[in-house]
């Protein structure tokens, strides 16, 4: 079964394009989630409303968790970008 620390050690691998810092150490992700039948789910906030690199990130961070033995199904919510409906739905469309 795959746990949060393996989640976190995933997403230690994405950097932010523009320090080359990961997201994790950077403080963006939030709220990780996994139950018990793989399902994997965290936020992604952004450094700032209009980040450019939000969207190359958050699809980095899904496959990076989605490559772990064990998840089934990874959700990203991007919150606090001036285009998080739109990422969003981008990300959801993504399987």
Same mark, same amino acid.
């Given at each position: ?27 963006? &992700? %939030?709220?990780? +989630? =996994?139950?018990? $039948? #793989? ?5 992604? !906030? ?24 064990? &998840? %089934?199904?990874? +959700? =990203?919510?991007? $919150? #606090? ?5 739109? !990422? ?8």
């Amino acid at each position: 079964m795959v746990t949060k620390e393996d989640v976190i050690n995933a997403l230690k691998t994405v950097a932010d394009p523009h320090v080359g810092i990961s997201i994790v150490d950077m403080g963006l &992700v %939030k709220d990780i +989630e =996994v139950d018990n $039948e #793989g399902n994997v789910k965290f936020k992604l !906030i952004p450094t700032n409303p209009a980040c450019m690199a939000i969207l190359g990130m958050a699809f980095q961070a899904k496959d990076a968790v989605k490559s772990l033995k064990g &998840v %089934k199904n990874v +959700e =990203v919510i991007v $919150e #606090g970008h001036l285009m998080e409906n739109e !990422i969003n739905k981008m990300l959801k469309e993504e399987k």
